[in-house]
């Protein structure tokens, strides 16, 4: 007598949501079999201090040994080579795109951000990776959106990162950006700490969230895709099956691969354009207004964006003493 063996959660999500892993993480990659990858400058940050990642920051630097650049121009250089070397490692597993993060320190600075995503692309090109399957990472501030918008026309897709809020998502929208990147857990983390009730399945404010933003590109047929992203379990996941895409860190992959539970689609495009949403027309002052009235957006953008650069800071330190040993 045969039996069969129920899927997993995550082969269910898989046929309603695009998986994406959010990792820097090889080893965690090729276990669970995403159709994309995104990184960070956390991650990053956290995988060079692992023996395994130790050769690529190696390799890093050794390239780099001739330049005529020094001080923090040099050590810049090098991180934007380890990005793209992370880059098309992941490349070499995941059968779709990967996500490489602008320096957050350039959030405020549209001019110099399409130069970094201009400068990134050209790198992955030199080496044969085509454009089609790297998507640049900007945080989603004004600036952001706006050198997103240039840099699209170009044919480099962008992921906006850093999202908190519906005036956010349109500005982005409205830029043509290929991905946005709305961020559940660190709402939710916000909402917890600030009214210390614990949030659960559609109540979750996170969730909420992205529901809202879903709903709003798909009545207005935005052709921008809507990605889950910074998870803290994963409730908030299936709560959102049925999303464009999803970007799920290893621990919660896991979770999610030992369990056969069954998994309800809760995002549909069908039923998201005939939600009573208004439109809503998101210029400069616009945008800055309804940042300013959304505390917890104001609050996590500021908050993310200088934890990015910390670690970015961080990353450069662990370079100069590799240089100088």
Same mark, same amino acid.
């Given at each position: 007598?045969?039996? =069969? ?15 994406? +892993? ?6 965690? *990659?090729? /276990? ?14 956290? +995988? ?24 923090? /121009?040099?050590?810049? &250089? ?11 490692? *992941?490349?070499?597993? !995941? ?16 001019? #110099? ?37 240039? !840099? ?13 809020? #519906? ?25 917890? /700490? ?15 969230? !992205? ?6 590109? &798909? ?14 379990? =994963? ?5 959102? +099956? ?28 069908? =039923?998201?354009?005939?939600?009573? !949403? ?28 200088? &934890?990015?650069?910390?670690? *970015?800071?961080?990353?450069?330190? *662990?370079?100069?003493?590799?240089? /100088?040993?």
């Amino acid at each position: 007598m045969s039996t =069969t063996t129920a899927a997993s959660q995550l082969d269910q999500l898989k046929e309603f949501t695009t998986v994406v +892993a959010d990792t820097g993480d090889f080893e965690s *990659i090729k /276990a669970f079999k995403p159709q994309d990858a995104t990184t960070n400058p956390t991650l990053i940050f956290k +995988a060079v201090q692992q023996d395994e990642y130790k050769p690529l920051l190696a390799k890093a630097i050794a390239d780099n040994k001739s330049s005529s650049l020094n001080g923090g /121009a040099l050590h810049k &250089k090098i991180i934007d080579d380890l990005l793209i070397l992370f880059g098309r490692e *992941i490349l070499n597993i !995941v059968p779709g795109r990967v996500s490489t993060e602008v320096d957050a320190r350039l959030s405020f600075d549209t001019e #110099l951000t399409i130069e970094k995503a201009r400068y990134l692309i050209g790198l992955y090109e030199k080496l044969g990776t085509p454009r089609e399957r790297i998507l640049i990472k900007i945080a989603s501030t004004w600036e952001g959106a706006k050198a997103a918008e240039v !840099v699209q026309k170009e044919g480099i897709n962008c992921n906006l990162t850093l999202m908190f809020s #519906l005036p956010q998502a349109i500005a982005c929208a409205d830029a043509g950006v290929r991905l946005i990147s709305p961020f559940v857990g660190r709402i939710y983390d916000y909402y917890k /700490a600030t009214t210390g009730k614990e949030y659960k399945g559609a109540e979750d404010p996170g969730v909420q969230s !992205v529901n809202k933003i879903y709903d709003y590109y &798909k009545k207005f047929g935005y052709e921008t895709q809507v990605m889950g992203a910074s998870f803290r379990n =994963t409730g908030q996941i299936l709560e959102l +099956a049925g999303c464009d895409l999803l970007t799920i860190s290893p621990d919660l992959l896991k979770e999610l691969s030992e369990s056969d539970a069954p998994v309800e689609q809760k995002l549909n495009a069908e =039923t998201a354009k005939k939600s009573a !949403v208004e439109r809503i027309d998101v210029d400069e002052k616009t945008y800055r207004w309804l940042l300013n009235e959304d505390p917890m957006a104001t609050d996590k953008l500021g908050d993310g964006i200088r &934890k990015f650069a910390a670690d *970015i800071v961080k990353l450069e330190k *662990i370079i100069a003493a590799e240089i /100088a040993a």
